[in-house]
């Protein structure tokens, strides 16, 4: 994932910082970059920050790329770039996905917004460095307020799991 550094001053992937690759290695093959099933998906989580945001952790960078500076028009409606890559079972060679990722803006819909609250429940359960005044109570609220439809009964189950750990955490 790569933001348009004139309009994301910062930005972090929300948990799984242990599957980390390096930039060189995203085309080669032979790297395991951790793998994906068939038929199964996979939500990622960023935290962002908007350029000339109070919210900013990181200085800036003294030297930072000619790319910096106010984005082309032709990337204006831009937030970033996604490229993705996989393999076909049964194959040795990877394919390549590239999407832009649009500057939107708006609510999040229930489905975004559930996955926000189990993604701060578990910067609860690590004691993260970013969780501000983030609480138990507030990842329950979010959860409990975008459930939506729950089938088989796991956002249910999952609310649960926040109240027991909010319970455990004497809040």
Known sequence: ??????????????????????????????????????????????????????ATLVAPLRYAADDAEAPEAAFANELGFL????????????????VAIPATSGE????????????????????GDFLGDWTYGDAIALAVENRGADEFGYRAEAIQLMRLAETLAGQ
């Open 1 to 54: 994932m790569e933001f348009i550094p004139a309009v994301i001053a910062e930005d972090r992937l929300s948990g799984d910082e242990t599957r980390a690759l390096n930039r060189e290695d995203f085309a080669n093959d032979a790297v395991d970059a951790g793998e994906l099933g068939a038929g199964h998906s996979v939500t990622a989580i960023y935290e962002v920050t908007p350029v000339g945001s109070p």
């Open 83 to 98: 490229s993705l890559r996989w393999k076909e079972p049964g194959e040795e060679d990877s394919q390549l996905v590239d």
């Open 108 to 127: 999040a819909d229930s489905d975004a917004a559930f996955a926000a609250a189990i993604a701060g429940f578990g910067q609860l359960l690590r004691d």
